[in-house]
């Protein structure tokens, strides 16, 4: 009986030869014989790797493991492997070893920013929140390699009481990012009673789900699990499609399920040297997403993790895709690029200009064909909101009125705030007027 495909066919008989298309499609059959050894994946591929290549392989092994899903393995071309997308992302390659000069174990200071275990606060109204630690293929350039995969960075139940507890305890955080590892490798039930309790928090708004298995285990999303999240909306999904090869019949499933069950879809891509840093591989990727109902949402700049630079690109490229995207193509399928700070700062965004000059009167903008542009500003305005006090004043005609305070640039911006300027604390200038 054909399981899927005569790949998919081959890899299952190999792997067990009583596999039968209901066995493929159990997550749980998926997960049991995932391929975690060079010689299974080998074995499974019918390729042969040098002996000398092998044990520097093994290696890396011991510092990051090796885990892929016979379905995201059945993806790879084997006749071609060293160029294959997927190949890429999953199998080791030696280079995760170098350590480039300006990499960190912990770029993002996601532990830094950590109030209680598995909480990273780093924004004012969001938390992300790990809620496991595993992932059932672990991307060579996971940016939190240093602790994905790694036994002891699950997290107990009662840590997950006290990230539950310190969102409780918190009343600006409207927006819950259950993260990991990947959420979706936790069972129905602990799902449920994560979701249960986050979703009891009077001043959570929205919850949303980082997840990669529509990429790497599609029949993941099972319709026992949809009863699970439908009962907890609004929620939203972000997922991780890098190359358009990863959207198949099977993630296409995955994807409708989800759609059609009223969530709303968006996804995140890293920009990867040899993987996708191309304008042509990108459009694809964003086409068949919004074909799908995925609305791309994030393209990010690769992490400055440890052992990560073979993936990373300069940031010239990720403005080069998104100079052949917008305008290009529908704005919707255009992602926003980000580089998320070393250090902690966050994401931030990053565009070709558009803005090209400006006057009291007009600004100057260009477009995505080189079109050179005025817009006339108009000739007489005056804010009236302009901040919390003025708001009050005149009634601000929201619902709930709330004070608004004002932080970082904004707070340059505020007509009701005296701030001038945002200085570093350690400019040699503050030093001298200390002494
Ligand atoms: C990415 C991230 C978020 C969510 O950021 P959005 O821009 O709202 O998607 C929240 N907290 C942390 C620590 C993050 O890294
Ligand atoms: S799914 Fe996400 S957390 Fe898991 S290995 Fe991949 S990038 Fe890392």
Redesign the pocket.
């Known amino acids: 009986m054909a399981i899927y495909d005569q790949k998919q066919q081959a890899i299952a008989e190999k792997i067990d030869p009583e596999t039968i298309l209901m066995n493929w499609r159990d997550w749980k059959w998926q997960l049991q014989h995932v391929v975690q050894d060079i010689d299974t994946f080998e074995r499974l591929l019918e390729i042969r790797l040098e002996d000398s290549e092998k044990q520097k392989l093994e290696e890396t092994l011991a510092r990051f493991p090796l885990s892929i899903t016979p379905y995201y393995l059945s993806l790879i071309d084997a006749k071609d492997y060293q160029n294959d997308p997927i190949y890429k992302q999953a199998f080791p390659s030696v280079s995760e070893l170098h350590v480039g000069e300006f990499e960190m174990r912990d770029p993002?200071h996601?532990e830094q920013?950590s109030p209680v275990p598995g909480i990273?606060h780093?924004?004012p109204d969001?938390?992300?929140f790990q809620v496991c630690g595993m992932c059932s293929m672990y991307c060579r350039h996971c940016t939190r390699k240093r602790k994905v995969g790694d036994e002891g960075a699950a997290p107990s139940r009662e840590q997950l009481q006290g990230g539950i507890e310190y969102i409780k305890r918190t009343p600006s955080i409207r927006?819950v990012?259950l993260s990991g590892g990947d959420p979706f490798l936790l069972s129905d039930q602990v799902l449920d009673w994560i979701l249960s309790e986050v979703r009891r928090i009077p001043h959570v708004e929205v919850i949303r789900i980082g997840t990669r298995t529509p990429v790497v285990l599609p029949y993941r999303i099972t319709d026992e699990l949809l009863m699970v999240l439908k009962k907890y909306y609004p929620l939203w999904i972000n997922t991780h499609f890098n190359h358009p090869r990863e959207i198949t019949e099977s993630a296409k499933l995955a994807l409708a399920k989800m759609a059609d069950a009223g969530i709303p879809l968006g996804n995140q891509s890293v920009l990867l040297a040899g993987i996708n840093d191309s304008p042509v591989i990108m459009k694809k990727l964003v086409h068949k997403l919004v074909q799908n109902r995925v609305r791309p949402y994030?393209l990010y700049q690769c992490d400055l993790s440890e052992g990560l630079e073979h993936f990373r690109t300069p940031v010239g490229k990720g403005i080069e895709i998104m100079e052949n995207l917008i305008g290009h193509t529908s704005g919707f399928a255009v992602p926003t690029y980000v580089i998320?700070a070393p250090g902690g700062g966050?994401?931030i965004r990053v565009l070709p200009n558009y803005l090209v000059s400006w006057s009291t009167d007009k600004v100057v903008l260009r477009n995505y064909e080189g079109v050179i542009t005025t817009y006339q500003e108009p000739q007489t305005y005056e804010s009236i909101y302009k901040g919390s006090g003025k708001n009050q004043e005149i009634g601000d005609k929201l619902e709930e009125a709330q004070e608004y305070k004002a932080i970082g640039i904004a707070k340059l911006l505020s007509d009701l705030d005296a701030t001038i300027s945002l200085i570093p604390e350690n400019t040699e200038r503050m030093t001298r007027s200390h002494e």
């Open positions: 993002l996601e920013d990273t780093r924004y969001r938390v992300l927006d990012l994030y998320d966050g994401k």
